[in-house]
């Protein structure tokens, strides 16, 4: 099966030079291989991101990476990255014959110019509502700094200052975001709350047991 996945990244890798050249500067594509998040990109053409191949899976690929074979496709969904650029981009997942999940393919193009003129247009029309601000993604080479903006999301109250339930919901939400699928995280995640690595593997069991308990009372996933 191994020798299966390898192939269809084999095969798809000249594919990502031949989208980004397709479309042009604005326009990034990634090959990503599920199998080592922490250094997913196995294949990158453009810079939109700012990545490099060896580099790290985005929150993307983590929400991804935690859905396992559930996982679906998501298309033309529009995110913005911390440097402020709006991105238009689609994640087509990677399956091998037994159709579990493996790895992803991603476009990524800048669409912030096409937006600034389109806001420019409607304006000077005296027509179009605002949009929605879309959500921030962290796409970076360094798995640490994703995990560390994810947590940072969560910060909104002090750790002391949280109850049992809220600190339960804490790791919950990290879990259900793909934090915990890369190694290393539970280290990460302890020491920027404060509380010992033992305490995180306690919190994070006693988290996914509740979500278990509520998963069996409703008679599936929540």
């Not at 390898?6 to 090959?31: K, M, R, S, W, Y």
């Not at 409607?122 to 949009?131: C, D, F, M, N, Q």
């Not at 509380?195 to 996933?221: D, E, V």
Request: some cysteine; aromatic content about 4%.
């Amino acid at each position: 099966m191994e020798a299966e996945r390898d192939a269809i990244i084999a095969a798809l890798t000249p594919v990502v030079d031949g989208i980004a050249a397709t479309f042009g500067p604005v326009c990034e594509v990634v090959l990503h291989d599920y199998r080592r998040p922490e250094n997913s990109v196995v294949a990158l053409a453009g810079s939109v991101t700012g990545r490099a191949v060896g580099g790290a899976m985005s929150e993307i690929g983590l929400r991804m990476l935690v859905r396992g074979d559930e996982a679906a496709d998501e298309l033309n969904y529009v995110t913005r990255t911390g440097a402020g650029k709006l991105l238009k981009s689609s994640t087509m997942l990677l399956r091998d014959s037994s159709g579990a999940v493996f790895g992803a393919l991603c476009v990524n193009v800048d669409v912030t110019a096409a937006s600034e003129v389109h806001a420019l247009l409607g304006a000077l029309a005296g027509i179009g509502a605002t949009p929605a601000e879309p959500p921030v993604t962290t796409f970076g080479d360094d798995i640490d700094s994703v995990v560390d903006v994810m947590l940072d999301a969560h910060r909104h109250q002090s750790w002391a200052l949280l109850d049992r339930a809220g600190r339960l919901d804490l790791f919950r939400s990290l879990d259900e975001r793909g934090v915990f699928e890369v190694r290393r995280a539970i280290e990460q995640v302890a020491g920027r709350l404060g509380i010992s690595r033992a305490s995180a593997y306690s919190y994070l069991s006693q988290s996914r047991k509740q979500a278990n308990r509520k998963q069996a009372n409703t008679g599936g996933p929540s």
